[in-house]
């Protein structure tokens, strides 16, 4: 059974910095890795997703990583601005072919507070 | 553009009365949906998920039903709703099964 997780579960950084947002993963079948932001009280919102054929993708600000040999990703947010602030959430999938059945295994997130 | 769409946002319900949650996707033919639940401290939990009209799929052994009566239209009900039940709903929708998957604003469930 796939677990995801992420550390740390909550992080705090002053404006303008940079900073990394760690996801592993136990089961390294994976489809592919996306990264999701949510706000209090909101849906997800996608922010990138990658194939696992690939090892990263890039948005703006964002930057994300994957390794699947070592079950990890990575994301990475360049400048931080306050607007930032949420919980950031990893989500791998993978179909499993005896259950037939898909499955998006999520972590608990890593709540970001950016300080003005 | 694809949107998809959930109500109501919040909702009250006391214990033993029935539930009708609906989410619909538009811009898009056949997508894959899902419902998921989002309880306080824990990660999200996928419900169930349907490949077509009337093709539905349970994960979790539970009080709750689902249907899809149309293409773009999935349902989550409860006869009779247990204070277990209260949650983050979720529906998100996919166009594959290795695609990116797209959420709506969610419907905060309080049983009481």
């Known amino acids: 059974k796939q677990e995801v997780t992420q550390i740390p579960a909550a992080l705090s950084v002053p404006e303008g910095e940079n900073l990394v947002l760690n996801c592993s993963f136990t089961?390294?079948?994976?489809?592919?890795l996306q990264w999701f932001r949510q706000d209090p009280g909101k849906g997800l919102t996608s922010l990138l997703l990658?194939?696992?054929?690939?090892r990263e993708q890039t948005s703006g600000r964002l930057n994300a990583s994957l390794d699947k040999s070592s079950g990890r990703s990575t994301l990475y947010i360049a400048a931080s601005q306050p607007g930032d602030s949420a919980t950031y959430l990893c989500?791998?999938?993978?179909?499993?072919?005896?259950?037939?059945?898909?499955?998006?295994?999520f972590g608990k997130g890593t709540k970001l507070s950016v300080i003005p | 553009s694809q949107t998809i769409h959930q109500w109501p946002a919040t909702l009250v319900q006391p214990v033993g009365s029935p539930l009708s949650l609906e989410c619909t996707v538009e811009?898009?033919?056949?997508?894959?949906l899902y419902w998921y639940r989002q309880a306080a401290g824990r990660g999200l939990q996928l419900l169930f998920y349907?490949?077509?009209?009337?093709?539905i799929s349970s994960e979790v052994p539970q009080n709750l039903s689902a249907s899809r009566p149309q293409d773009r239209q999935f349902i989550l009900s409860s006869k009779k709703l247990l204070l277990s039940d209260s949650g983050f709903y979720l529906c998100?929708?996919?166009?594959?099964?290795?695609?990116?998957?797209?959420f709506g604003q969610g419907t905060r469930l309080t049983v009481v």
């Open positions: 998100a929708w996919t166009r594959g099964w290795e695609t990116e998957a797209f």
């Open positions: 089961d390294s079948a994976i489809y592919n």
């Open positions: 990658i194939q696992s054929s690939q």
């Open positions: 989500a791998a999938s993978r179909l499993y072919s005896g259950a037939g059945s898909y499955q998006l295994t």
């Open positions: 811009g898009t033919s056949n997508p894959n």
């Open positions: 349907s490949v077509g009209i009337g093709q």
